[in-house]
């Protein structure tokens, strides 16, 4: 699978911050039976990597992959759980340098239109825009079309079930990021059923 290959696997990618390994499969899936199989699972948690390898292992359907990917350590941890794919909110030299190699896709994090160009330079065309609402939206991406027609982006940051589908409606939008399809009075409450409803709304907002 390509990195576009990915960003256009379904509308929404969320972002899962697990901080109780015990929970990703029933997580997991609970948003594959709403139809959200594509899934972020950030290193902000001691139970991040931990949460990654029991979704690949026992979660069918699920592509799941890991966030907030900051060096290349990060990104070797990742790969040695069973990421799928990988995000980083960002671009540093190192991390460019150390994912380049991989087989697996990989999705750099731009806000600027010169940091999109130097992650294309890298041989990136996918791209995570981050934080997507602070740094100019929907009118930022429309304005890098023109110039960057290439690029396709999944804007993260500041995404909600209110902008998403017109994030979603751009040509240069693979899919949105965002953290409302696990809430975390969802995922206390052990209520899957209320997180499938969401991932099943999620999925509709790109037929």
């Known amino acids: ?24 499969v029933d997580l997991a899936t609970a948003l594959v ?3 959200i199989r594509t899934l972020e699972v950030t290193l902000r948690t001691p139970a991040a990597l931990d949460a990654i390898r029991q979704i690949r292992d026992r979660v069918p359907g699920a592509l799941v992959g890991a966030g907030t990917v900051l060096s290349p350590s990060d990104w ?20 460019l ?16 239109a010169s940091e999109a160009m130097t992650a294309l330079d890298a041989g990136f065309t996918a791209m ?12 930022l991406l ?9 690029l396709l982006f999944c804007p993260t940051g ?24 696990a809430p975390e009075a969802a995922l206390a409450a052990h209520d899957w059923a209320a997180i499938t409803a969401l991932a099943r709304e999620a999925a509709a907002l790109r037929k």
């Not at 340098?97 to 600027?112: E, K, M």
């Not at 429309?142 to 290439?150: A, D, N, T, V």
């Open 1 to 24: 699978m390509t990195a576009e290959e990915l960003l256009r696997a379904g509308p929404v990618m969320p972002v899962l911050v697990i901080r109780d390994a015990g929970l990703a």
């Open 33 to 35: 039976a709403g139809g």
């Open 76 to 95: 070797q941890r990742a790969q040695d759980a069973g990421a799928m794919f990988g995000i980083s909110p960002g671009l540093t030299p190192a991390l």
């Open 97 to 112: 340098a150390a994912t380049r190699p991989s087989s697996l896709p990989f999705v750099p994090g731009v806000a600027t």
């Open 128 to 139: 995570k825009l981050f934080p997507a609402e602070a740094v100019g939206g929907q009118a």
């Open 142 to 150: 429309k304005s890098l079309h023109g110039p960057l027609p290439q």
């Open 158 to 181: 500041g995404i909600h079930p209110g902008n998403a589908a017109a994030y979603l409606a751009l040509p240069n939008v693979g899919c949105v990021g965002g953290s409302w399809l």
